[in-house]
Structures are given as C-alpha cells and as structure tokens.
C-alpha cells in the first residue's frame, strides 16, 4: 500500500479479511511469551483495524507498548511506536507525540541504512503532526522544512499526504490560516488519489475553516461530512465531525442546532474520550443562552476534565474557553463565576448532561 500499487480503501478492505486470523496469531503469540513476534503481529494488527473498530485501538495499542523492552531490533521498535502514535491520533494527544517522537529517534538511527529516505520521512510527518496539534510550533516547523526537503515529488500521494498534513497542521499556531486550508485541500486531494476516503482530512478542513473565521463554510463542511459519517460504521469520527459542527452553530448563534448537535455527540464523546472537548462546548451553548451560572459550572466541569484526561485545547476550544469566562463575567463577576466554576470540576457524567440540556439557569 504504501508504494501505492494499491488503493488505501481497497488495501484495507483486503487484510479486514484476515482480521481474525491476525488476533488469533496475536495472543498466541503473547501467550506462549514470544514477546518479539507478538509485538510485531500485534503492530500489524493495530495498522489494520479499519476506523470502525476503534474500541479495539486502545486495548491493543497498550497491549503493544506493554511488549516494548530494550534488545528488541531497532526497526521493529520504530515500527511499533509509529503504530501506536497514530492509532492514539485522536482522543489521547500528549501519548500520540510520545510514541512519535520515540519513532523518530530511531528512524534518525536507522536512516544511514535504509533503501531509502521515506521511513524517515514519514516519523518527520508523525512527530511534526503532534507537535502542531499541542501548539508546538518550535518544534513542528523545524520538522516540516526537514521532511519537505527529503520528501520526494516522485513519491506516490499515499506518501505525499503525510507530508501535506504535517504541513498543513503546523500552519495553524502559526496563525497562516490560507496557507493551513490549501494544505488541507491538498492533503484531501492526496487522500483521495490514494484511494482513501478523506474523512481526516475533511475533519480538519472543517475545523480550519472555523479557525479562520469562515463561520459558513465551516457549516457546509461540517454538515456535509456529518451527513457522509452517519452512513458509515465509524462513530469515532462522526463524533469528531459532530463537535466541530456544533461548533460552527454556536460561532453563527444558532443555539439551537447547536444544542441538537450537542445532545447527539455527548453520547460518542463519553465513549472516545472526547467529553472534554464537548464539555467545553456545552459550557458555551449555555453561556448564549444566557444561562450564565450553568455555564460557569460546565466550564468548571470541562476544566477537571482536561485536567483529567491531561489533554491540551486546541485553538477553537481556547476560543471557546475565553468567550465563557467573558459572557459569565459580565453578567455574576469573576468571584462568583470562579466560585461556581470550582463547584463544576467534579461534576458526574449524567449531572453536566443534565445542566448542559436542561433550559433552566441552576
């Protein structure tokens, strides 16, 4: 696949169907204590499992990094990291960058000797990538001019994509947000010669143009790409796809597609680990709609779980973080909307439902 003799959707609708086989061969393997040959099925494994079956990236992925120890060969530890950062790509940020990161230096070892430069390449895009999404961008740009000057033009767009991502990403803490959405539409034109669906890349067109103030066509995107995932097995992304649009309602002040936005997703971010970022939304929703003690609260609830999960907002979610704290101030005074927010931290999962969907002010 990699080399591009085979189309992304068509490759992995071709080793779907050893799936069972795979795990199979994986527990065998980790059972009978061959912890080498168990990471490297289990790391083959992990990169097959379609976007559907994210239940199963988790337990896996930790299942793989558990078998990592010193004396297992360098190309293989590189390989495990690799898969394990992008299988945590969305929902566990600061893990995702470890393990890139750790790809990365042994990509650097390996390079002198590899056939060519695309493995280094590709942990460049990871750790670029990462780096970018945690604001990082010290780091990300120094990397992006690096993999762009080793990234091959002959290269098939299964591997230009990555670069076109990292790129593309790293754009935004830089605040080039033309330049971030012609690499997204880039890295989706990639996508799709590559015979992907796009959906990662049209998640991240979407949530740009939010970014940079295009408030409409963060709807249309948004709503196109939410319609497209409800056809698919993948909730983890339609979740993804359903925060970002509510999003866009609350920057238009539609309050009330927001809120019906909102109620669908709270469900699919309990169950990806995205219920920080909903949370933050929701403090928002109730903050337009004049329900400013709430909002403090749901602020105060979606603080605790950042904290919790040790996750960064990204730019929208800081924006929205900073439009609460201001609509609640102006109206209770900073005392009380830090008192009533510090009584949200600990709020359960069914009480901030419960305040966030409710009309009522406390």
Request: proline share 3%; hydrophobic share 50%; aromatic share 6%.
């Amino acid at each position: 696949m990699e080399a591009g003799h085979i189309g992304v959707d068509a490759w992995q609708h071709e080793i779907e169907l050893d799936l069972d086989n795979g795990r199979e061969a994986f527990l065998w393997a980790q059972s009978a204590g061959h912890r080498e040959l168990a990471l490297a099925v289990g790391c083959s494994l992990l990169r097959s499992l379609p976007p559907g079956m994210f239940s199963d990236r988790l337990p896996l992925a930790n299942a793989c990094e558990a078998l990592i120890t010193a004396g297992l060969p360098a190309q293989l530890l590189r390989r495990a990291w690799g898969v394990i950062s992008l299988s945590l790509n969305l929902g566990w940020t600061q893990r995702s960058r470890a393990a890139a990161d750790k790809a990365l230096v042994l990509a650097r070892e390996l390079d002198p000797v590899e056939d060519d430069r695309y493995e280094l390449y590709r942990a460049l895009c990871r750790s670029a990538l990462k780096a970018a999404t945690l604001d990082d961008l010290a780091v990300a740009e120094p990397l992006v001019a690096e993999l762009r000057a080793i990234e091959d033009p002959a290269w098939p767009a299964v591997r230009r994509r990555l670069g076109a991502a990292a790129a593309a990403w790293a754009a935004i803490p830089a605040r080039h947000m033309a330049d971030a959405l012609r690499l997204q539409r880039l890295t989706l034109a990639l996508e799709q010669a590559a015979g992907a669906d796009g959906y990662n890349a049209m998640i991240g067109i979407a949530d740009t143009e939010l970014l940079a103030g295009n408030v409409d066509a963060a709807i249309r995107s948004g709503t196109e790409l939410v319609e497209m995932l409800r056809g698919t097995r993948d909730e983890h992304r339609l979740a993804h796809a359903s925060i970002n649009l509510a999003a866009a309602w609350l920057a238009a002040a539609d309050t009330t597609r927001a809120r019906a936005m909102l109620s669908s997703a709270w469900p699919l971010g309990l169950r990806f680990e995205f219920h920080p970022w909903c949370a933050q939304y929701m403090a928002l929703l109730a903050a337009l709609e004049k329900r400013h003690r709430v909002a403090a609260r749901l602020a105060g609830s979606a603080d605790g779980r950042y904290l919790a999960a040790r996750e960064h907002r990204h730019a929208n979610e800081a924006l929205a973080q900073q439009q609460v704290r201001t609509l609640v101030l102006s109206v209770v005074g900073e005392a009380e909307f830090e008192r009533l927010k510090e009584s949200g931290r600990s709020l359960s999962d069914e009480d901030t439902a419960a305040l966030a969907f409710s009309f009522e002010d406390d």
